[in-house]
């Protein structure tokens, strides 16, 4: 009996070290990050100021310079991508699992990936709109509108790179060797959703966490099925820029530039809100799906193998 209390003990006290050690390499990776994305954000006001000699030189006046935005947004991407590429390399790096990056059969899940994306989205912001959720108002197509899409696909582009480096690559493959796939999933789901706590309409109700929930734990089901990240990253850019720059929802609460402007009306459980299409029931019943329909694909896979 104390030989069996004693084995309960220690396997407690190396789950606790364990635990301990996934959470200080997390917070190391933020400390990275956010050096990282402070010196470029520096170098980016130093770049506006020099663009613009007449800019005052005010935080304000900064903050507000269009170029600034843009350098910050992707000071923070490169950040993201940095700090998790500097804390695998210094301690993960040898122990026998990888972030996902490997070329082996890129093209093709990146494909897959894209495609799932934008036809789960579409069956999305359709519904919505069919359900009466929104109202659609078209704008003419212009060579500027191209232009600001086509930056707009660049960032999506960075965006999801560095959101699924971070959760899906480095967070569940790091809590995967520990625990297990199933905690490496859940645990990179459930700090994917947090991740977007202070986005515009985040809290108007509960269904923009419960997608969030559900769209990282499709990614996470991608990333895991699939061997690597290029299939969960080509769904993410995908997702992203059809809602926003496609349809003109509101992508996790931040508007974008699009050719049409979805207009939320009604019911908030049914339009979104100023969330966009995540806030609706209508994505929550497509996450689902697409998650359902994933797992049974794959499961097909592995049996006709």
Same mark, same amino acid.
């Given at each position: 009996?104390?030989?069996?209390?004693?084995?309960?003990?220690?396997?407690?006290?190396?789950?606790?070290?364990?635990?301990?050690?996934?959470?200080?390499?997390?917070?190391?990776?933020?400390?990275?990050?956010?050096?990282?994305?402070?010196?470029?954000?520096?170098?980016?006001? #130093?770049?506006?100021?020099?663009?613009?000699?007449?800019?005052?030189?005010?935080?304000?006046?900064?903050?507000?310079?269009?170029?600034?935005?843009? !350098?910050?947004?992707?000071?923070?991407?490169?950040?993201?991508?940095?700090?998790?590429?500097?804390?695998?390399?210094?301690?993960?790096?040898?122990?026998?699992?990888?972030?996902?990056?490997?070329?082996?059969?890129?093209?093709?899940?990146?494909?897959?990936?894209?495609?799932?994306?934008? #036809?789960?989205?579409?069956?999305?912001?359709?519904?919505?709109?069919?359900?009466?959720?929104?109202?659609?108002?078209?704008?003419?197509?212009?060579?500027?509108?191209?232009?600001? =899409?086509? /930056?707009? @696909?660049?960032?999506?582009?960075?965006?999801?790179?560095?959101?699924?480096?971070?959760?899906?690559?480095?967070? +569940?493959?790091?809590?995967?060797?520990?625990?297990?796939?199933? =905690?490496? $999933?859940? #645990?990179?789901?459930?700090? &994917?959703?947090?991740?977007? *706590? @202070?986005?515009? %309409? $985040?809290?108007? *109700?509960?269904?923009?966490?419960?997608?969030?929930?559900?769209?990282?734990?499709? @990614?996470?089901?991608?990333?895991?099925?699939?061997? /690597?990240?290029? $299939?969960?990253?080509? $769904?993410?850019?995908?997702?992203?820029? &059809?809602? %926003?720059? =496609? &349809?003109? &929802? /509101?992508?996790? %609460?931040?508007? =974008?530039? !699009?050719?049409? +402007?979805? +207009?939320?009306?009604?019911?908030?459980?049914?339009? %979104?809100?100023?969330?966009?299409?995540?806030?609706?029931?209508?994505?929550?019943?497509?996450?689902?799906? /697409?998650?359902?329909?994933?797992?049974?694909?794959?499961?097909?896979?592995?049996?006709?193998?």
């Amino acid at each position: 009996m104390e030989r069996r209390e004693g084995k309960l003990i220690e396997v407690k006290h190396r789950m606790s070290i364990s635990i301990l050690t996934i959470a200080g390499k997390v917070l190391l990776t933020f400390v990275f990050i956010a050096l990282i994305t402070v010196i470029l954000s520096i170098a980016a006001a #130093v770049a506006a100021i020099v663009r613009q000699p007449n800019l005052e030189f005010t935080l304000s006046s900064i903050a507000q310079d269009p170029f600034f935005v843009q !350098s910050a947004l992707w000071a923070q991407i490169i950040g993201f991508i940095g700090g998790v590429l500097i804390t695998f390399a210094i301690f993960e790096r040898r122990k026998g699992w990888s972030l996902g990056l490997q070329f082996r059969q890129f093209p093709k899940r990146l494909g897959e990936g894209f495609l799932a994306g934008a #036809v789960l989205i579409t069956l999305s912001c359709g519904g919505i709109w069919l359900f009466g959720g929104a109202s659609l108002l078209f704008t003419s197509w212009t060579a500027a509108l191209t232009l600001k =899409m086509l /930056g707009s @696909f660049l960032l999506f582009i960075g965006v999801g790179v560095n959101e699924e480096l971070f959760a899906r690559g480095f967070l +569940q493959g790091l809590v995967k060797a520990k625990f297990g796939a199933s =905690m490496g $999933m859940a #645990v990179s789901t459930f700090v &994917f959703a947090l991740l977007h *706590s @202070f986005n515009p %309409g $985040m809290w108007d *109700s509960p269904l923009p966490f419960i997608n969030l929930l559900l769209a990282g734990l499709l @990614f996470a089901v991608c990333r895991e099925y699939s061997g /690597g990240l290029w $299939m969960p990253i080509g $769904m993410h850019v995908s997702w992203n820029f &059809f809602q %926003g720059c =496609m &349809f003109g &929802f /509101g992508v996790s %609460g931040t508007p =974008m530039v !699009s050719w049409m +402007q979805a +207009q939320p009306k009604g019911s908030l459980y049914l339009s %979104g809100g100023i969330f966009g299409a995540e806030g609706s029931f209508v994505t929550t019943v497509i996450l689902l799906i /697409g998650i359902l329909g994933l797992y049974a694909y794959y499961h097909k896979l592995s049996k006709n193998r």
